[in-house]
């Protein structure tokens, strides 16, 4: 194969990431707005109180198993943090993660996992629970402000190959967590994405290694990417959620680290869990959920969740914390489920 045609396989590879979050699916045509044309949400779609029972239960949903390998293993997360973090950025984020291993105060972080945990490999064996933090690397901007997709992998080759602390090689168990602070503009974010999961190119990388990326909208994009504790300007009359940790974008910031958690462990290599015909664009188990956060969740209703005493919101307990992260799509129930639904 000739050069040309390398690059641009290689090209196309790269804008086939799965890109599992786009936050305002319901409000506008994607083919009107790629067009450049303006189009004007509906008004009925926009009214938190408006929604009817609706958790995305659709027995038309074909969520198939494709053969490829889930993360049934002990799962080691390798967290990247790039840019400039805060230790308390780094603390309530760190125990989201531990969290989910860890039993705690119903309706809990490790509640919301067991309905990951449902999805299973060609064995029969379930997803495992057992997600530790391995390894962090700090990376103070190696590859600028300014990252482009192609650019996100080489910022993990980077993290594998420095002599001061390398991040280790883990293909079978490993999960790559690239995180990116405030001041860090990535290709297509917050204008098609918030995050992105895939694997590594042996070609950039050395390695096929599964890997999500997250950024940080508290700049950038809080009214995107940091929905419900931020609101667009359309959307008169909606007042944002109370973040439960304080910061709108980190707590923007966990529920999209949740939901490429959920498909990076379901869809590794892209050949596992996902419905549709199409390996390059596949809906796979967060993206049927987004916006749904409890019972009655749809169009731009997130769905009933709970209140704490000073007037944050969230749908789960951590281990120290709160949370607010997005339902799941059950392959038992057919439908989007959280463990803090009132109709269970």
């Known amino acids: 194969?000739?050069?040309?045609?390398?690059?641009?396989?290689?090209?196309?590879?790269?804008?086939?990431?799965?890109?599992a979050w786009r936050p305002?699916?319901?409000?506008?045509?994607?083919?009107?707005?790629?067009?450049?044309?303006?189009?004007?949400?509906?008004?009925?779609?926009?009214?938190?109180?408006?929604?009817?029972?609706?958790?995305?239960s659709s027995p038309y949903v074909n969520m198939r198993y494709h053969m490829g390998p889930v993360l049934t293993s002990a799962i080691n997360v390798h967290t990247i943090w790039y840019g400039r973090w805060s230790k308390k950025e780094k603390r309530v984020i760190n125990e989201f993660l531990l969290s989910i291993s860890n039993n705690t105060k119903s309706p809990s972080v490790g509640q919301w996992w067991q309905t990951v945990q449902l999805y299973t490999d060609q064995t029969g064996a379930n997803i495992s629970r057992n997600i530790v933090i391995a390894n962090e690397h700090e990376d103070y901007y190696s590859h600028g402000k300014i990252l482009s997709r192609l650019?996100?992998?080489?910022?993990?080759?980077?993290?594998?190959?420095?002599?001061?602390?390398?991040?280790?090689?883990?293909?079978?168990?490993?999960?790559?967590?690239?995180?990116?602070?405030?001041?860090?503009?990535?290709?297509?974010?917050?204008?098609?994405?918030?995050?992105?999961?895939?694997?590594t190119f042996p070609?950039?990388?050395?390695?096929?290694?599964?890997?999500?990326?997250?950024?940080?909208?508290?700049?950038?994009?809080?009214?995107?990417?940091?929905?419900?504790?931020?609101?667009?300007?359309?959307?008169?009359?909606?007042?944002?959620?109370?973040?439960?940790?304080?910061?709108?974008?980190?707590?923007?910031?966990?529920?999209?680290?949740?939901?490429e958690l959920a498909e990076l462990s379901s869809n590794p290599l892209i050949n596992a869990w996902y419905a549709g015909e199409d390996p390059t664009?596949?809906?796979?188990?967060?993206?049927?959920?987004?916006?749904?956060?409890?019972?009655?969740?749809?169009?731009?209703?997130?769905?009933?969740?709970?209140?704490?005493?000073?007037?944050?919101?969230y749908n789960v307990n951590g281990i120290?914390?709160?949370?607010?992260?997005?339902?799941i799509w059950s392959p038992i129930m057919n439908a989007c489920s959280g463990p803090n639904a009132l109709d269970s």
Not at 2 to 17: D, K, Q, R, T
Not at 29 to 48: E, R, S, V
Not at 224 to 250: E, L, Q
């Open 203 to 259: 070609s950039i990388v050395g390695y096929t290694l599964p890997y999500a990326w997250v950024g940080h909208s508290g700049k950038q994009c809080p009214e995107v990417c940091a929905y419900p504790f931020a609101v667009p300007s359309y959307m008169t009359g909606m007042k944002a959620f109370k973040a439960p940790n304080g910061d709108v974008g980190i707590d923007g910031m966990i529920s999209v680290i949740a939901h």
């Open 320 to 327: 120290r914390r709160r949370y607010l992260v997005q339902w």
């Open 1 to 19: 194969m000739g050069a040309f045609a390398c690059v641009g396989l290689l090209f196309f590879i790269v804008l086939s990431s799965v890109e």
């Open 151 to 199: 650019t996100v992998q080489e910022v993990i080759k980077n993290a594998i190959t420095t002599k001061s602390s390398p991040l280790p090689i883990d293909p079978k168990n490993g999960l790559y967590l690239l995180l990116t602070s405030s001041d860090v503009a990535v290709q297509d974010f917050c204008r098609a994405v918030c995050g992105f999961h895939y694997f």
């Open 281 to 313: 664009a596949p809906t796979e188990i967060a993206d049927l959920c987004e916006g749904l956060y409890g019972t009655g969740g749809g169009g731009s209703y997130t769905g009933q969740v709970l209140t704490d005493k000073f007037g944050a919101n």
């Open 24 to 56: 305002w699916p319901q409000y506008f045509n994607q083919t009107t707005t790629a067009l450049g044309l303006k189009q004007q949400p509906n008004k009925a779609d926009l009214q938190f109180g408006a929604s009817k029972k609706h958790e995305g």
